[in-house]
């Protein structure tokens, strides 16, 4: 009977760290910060995509920030084919 006891407070703990792990991690993002991080992921995304094709001149290991948004999109819309352009598109909103 004391184990079962003992498995229930250790979960108990186990709960209670979790519960406020999550709470202090959380962090509030503004909309517009939320856009770039979804912006910069799929900048990088398409860089990966399309390296060879429009990015050749540029490291393949390239960490893409938000200042590359630009340079991505003028190299898919230059070089990208119909694809890359709609991609530009979408980078651009």
């Known amino acids: 009977?004391?184990?079962?006891?003992?498995?229930?407070?250790?979960?108990?703990?186990?709960?209670?760290?979790g519960r406020k792990g999550?709470?202090?991690?959380?962090?509030?993002?503004?909309k517009e910060d939320a856009r770039n991080m979804v912006r910069v992921?799929?900048?990088?995304?398409?860089?990966?995509?399309?390296?060879?094709?429009?990015?050749?001149?540029?490291?393949?290991?390239?960490?893409?920030t938000a200042e590359d948004i630009p340079e991505i999109a003028r190299g898919l819309r230059q070089n990208g084919g119909r694809q890359g352009f709609l991609l530009a598109e979408k980078l651009c909103r």
Request: hydrophobic share 40%.
């Open 41 to 64: 992921r799929e900048a990088g995304r398409a860089f990966r995509a399309f390296h060879a094709q429009c990015f050749w001149y540029m490291p393949k290991q390239l960490k893409i």
């Open 1 to 17: 009977m004391t184990a079962m006891k003992e498995e229930k407070s250790i979960h108990e703990y186990l709960s209670e760290i």
């Open 22 to 30: 999550g709470k202090k991690s959380r962090r509030a993002l503004s």
